[in-house]
């Protein structure tokens, strides 16, 4: 076996609001979620919790052999029947699916697997923070053909867009291929200048930035037009830790909030790169917000 992706080193307790202001519970500052019942299901299979394979992939390594498991679509159910069976998620009535990063990634493509394990709760809607990521020449979709070939995750994946993409149905892994499809209402809180995805581009130079920044929004966008947004121009992933971030003295989780009340939310922070002032705010106030 190998430590990569295993919880065996982690504490029992966790702080979860070390992992965002989401989990804040402050009503003020996170007027949603602050009273909400929080489920951390640590990602920890490598494939977006999208893998099928039953059996062990066994694997030499310069230790001896290994085995590597991809089951991360057996990951999801197990959690969905656990929750039900031990902590009365079948009385629910209003779950978010959420994540940051990979889990924000995974919350935009699979949202519609993960509904279809709820049937019985009446309101399900999804929130990804930084899990937007531009596809540029296949330089994203293209490496998750590993997932989609090696670790079986057609089933995981909106079958609409497969059928778009036969020829290279990784792309379906990319929001904006995915998301037309969606069957929840989404709610995208995402930085247009983002640090893992520009880092991952060696996109360095304020040019370079400022080109990334104007496709992301543009395709963002477009694909959630008829869905709901927060866009700002701090170079950042996830949102960190800090005074709110906010768009003319809206923070991302009053649009949150806001969206949650049946409001369509589609807020724009101002701002060029690099832009200081589009970070988190010493002087912002949320009392008064």
Same mark, same amino acid.
């Given at each position: 076996a190998? =430590? %990569?992706? =295993?919880t065996d080193g982690e504490? %029992?307790?966790l702080d979860l609001r070390s992992h965002g202001p989401y989990?804040?519970?402050d009503s003020i500052e996170n007027p949603l979620l602050h009273d909400f019942n929080w489920v951390f299901v640590r990602y920890c299979d490598g494939g977006y919790f999208a893998g099928d394979v039953a059996e062990p992939v066994v694997v030499n390594t310069s230790a001896g052999a290994g085995r590597l498991f991809f089951r991360g679509r057996f990951i999801r159910e197990a959690v969905v029947d656990f929750l039900r069976r031990h902590h009365g998620f079948d009385e629910a009535s209003d779950v978010i699916l959420a994540g940051c990063s990979s889990g924000g990634i995974a919350t935009l493509f699979s949202v519609?697997?993960?509904r279809a394990l709820m049937p019985w709760v009446p309101n399900v809607l999804a929130f990804a923070d930084s899990g937007y990521f531009l596809d540029v020449g296949g330089d994203y979709s293209?490496?998750?053909a590993f997932?989609?070939?090696?670790?079986?995750a057609s089933s995981s994946l909106v079958p609409e867009c497969v059928r778009q993409h036969w020829a290279t149905p990784w792309e379906c892994f990319v929001a904006a291929n995915a998301l037309p499809y969606a069957r929840t209402p989404v709610f995208a809180w995402q930085s247009r200048y983002d640090s893992n995805q520009l880092d991952g581009r060696l996109c360095f130079d304020d040019d370079c930035t400022s080109r990334f920044g104007r496709d992301l929004q543009s395709s963002l966008e477009a694909t959630m037009a008829q869905q709901s947004y927060f866009i700002d121009g701090c170079y950042r992933h996830c949102s960190g830790q800090g005074p709110a971030l906010n768009a003319e003295g809206v923070t991302p989780l009053q649009a949150l909030h806001q969206w949650y009340n049946n409001l369509t939310v589609q807020i724009v922070q101002s701002g060029s790169y690099p832009c200081d002032d589009c970070c988190y705010d010493d002087d912002l106030d949320i009392g008064k917000a």
């Open positions: 190998t =430590s %990569h992706g =295993s504490p %029992h307790h989990f804040s519970t519609n697997a993960w293209t490496p998750k997932i989609y070939l090696q670790q079986n």
